[in-house]
């Protein structure tokens, strides 16, 4: 593995909402190597959103991190000046919001909103400079730089989202934060992106943290996946480790909820119960309500890591020393676990 | 049971005031653009297309929601384009419809057995014992078990994956015939699609309700329903079996959108046929066969003649001509029309631009 782009150690996040923390990152460890893609996958409420925020220190004013590390390159970014972090945050690393491309203001035109930051960061640049680069990051993303000229509201969503992984771009990152890119697009916009970040990730080398709740896009475009639940990391790995061995029973279940078109044809099981709730987080390891391998340690005591080869981890009471998923049968699951085995997978009641 | 016809819902579009002066034709935008369905009992159709295919209005115009502006609407042959009133209520009745968003489907100030009896009361059904019955059962119907646990509950002590069962369950009181289901789990999370689904299949099982499943994800479509029907720009290019459709698709439209559908399995990794471009506007449908702006296999006759449904397999139509010359010489597919009737339709609304 490259040495570390970014590294993400033992990170918590909390809001204060009314009085109470809530607490919606809890010890999240994960490093992104120099032009590799990592994709950041959970369900809502997951934290992985949040995660993000973190990293580009853009949480809302009631949230904070509070302790854990974020080194970019070695260099800690929770600790750093506002000003030398926000240089960092244009020049080495950039994100792309989920929904940003509807930030764009409808009353002024497409590339003088990428002059903008451009001149805003390297005053030293001319306007017609900046002008004609916007130009060139245009067609590297596909759009004619004739566009440059255009308003928003004469660009697609597709082309809208073109627009900011090119203001993404401006700066030539390293590392470069997607979280939910492609989300409100079609299916086939959604793969013109994905060709598009594969090719920019090949051409300029770059690196990826591509944040989805789509275990299907990740597989596609990500070397290594972290997924995450409710706040903590639930498995760590390659896709091919995640998808042929998964060693958490969340992942397992999270794969086996995906259809694969041309795979078998059947309904995936899903998960029994309901998502976890912030304001109420369930005890130990947040999956055991719904997990169907759990016993009374599991709802005590979060796991810690277990790491099985370089790139393969788990917290998970109920993987056995050779890592594997041991069999329910051979396990003291409590009551709920064991009627979760046995379930109805109809009934809404459980939670 | 339910049967469209060449139905069209067109919408006409603002024009300029200079425009109006010149009393130029108002352009429309063809939402639905002659589209041919039938949906039997018991049945499930899945109706996929990106947005801004038509699929929604389809469901809508179905369900009546949306003005029909040709063709026509059959319930068990009868003719129900134009019903209204009393008739149109009990049309209503045998057909039902939810929607995407299960937190704005429902009224927050209103419990969950209140808002599943509301169609009972609104279509002055039974007397209060049997409409509880028909409340619980239709409750427990939908997934919410037991029935009792749930009834005095608000909707914003549900989770999304509830909600919409409680939306399921006040659709499914009415005991109707067809189901328009519009993209009921894209806003749900993963783990939680399976259990509607599965609630269902379970209502087409016990209930024999046929099932209009509108949505984007063909791997959807492909798990829950019998046939699929592709659409683009206003039409059903291509409609199936979902075996045969996803097996050995015949419509270069079709075809793609198969291709970049990502897999969960890495060692998936298709070879992706990605479309240029992005589909045109549906006040602008390309001359000829609609699609021709973006199909890679395009050829002269595309540009200028509209092609007809081509039978490619039991119960599978493909409208490409490239799946003309599988046709049996001199054979005419059955729901061929005028070669000319496309493009000069085309012409008429591409000329005020």
Redesign the interface.
Known sequence: MNPALLEVQELVVEFHVQGTALRAVDGLSFDVGAGEAVGLVGESGCGKTTTALAIARLLPENGRIVSGSVRFDGEELTTLKRGPFRRRRWKDFSIIFQGAMNALNPVQRVGDQVVEPIRLHEPATTRRQAWKRVGELFEMVGISRDRRKEYPHQFSGGMRQRVMIAMALASRPRLVIGDEPTTALDVMVQAQILELLERLRRELGLALVLITHDLSVVAETCDRAVVMYAGQLAETGTVEQLHRRPLHPYTARLMGSVPDIGGVRRLPEGIPGQPPSILRPPSGCRFHPRCDHAMEVCAEMYPARRSFGPEHAVHCHAVSEEGRIQDPAALPLIPSARALAAHDPDAEGLA | MIELRGLRVHFPLRRSLGAALRRRPVPQVRAVDGVDLTLSRGEIVALVG??GSGKTTTGRALARLAPITGGSLLLEDQDVTAIGGADLRAYRRRVQIIFQDPYESLDPRRTVREQVEEPLSVQGIGAPAERRERVDRAMEDA????AA??ADRYPHEL?G??RQ?VAIASAMVLEPDVLIADEPVSML???????I???M??LREKRGVGILFIT?????A???ADRIAVMYLGRIVEVGP?EAL?ASPRHPYTK???S??????????RQ?A???G??PDASRIPAGCRFHTRCPLVFDRCLTEDPPDFPVGDGHTAACWLAEVDQPAGARAPTARSPLEGPQEAREIAAPG
């Open positions: 990106e947005s997934g919410l078990r037991p646990a749930f989770s994956g509830q069962r999370d993963v783990s939680l699609r399976s259990g689904l599965r609630v299949l379970g984007h994800d063909l791997s959807l492909w798990l829950i979902v996803v793609a959108l198969l970049v559908m990502p897999s969960p399995d890495p060692a998936h990794r992706r990605i479309l240029r992005e589909t």
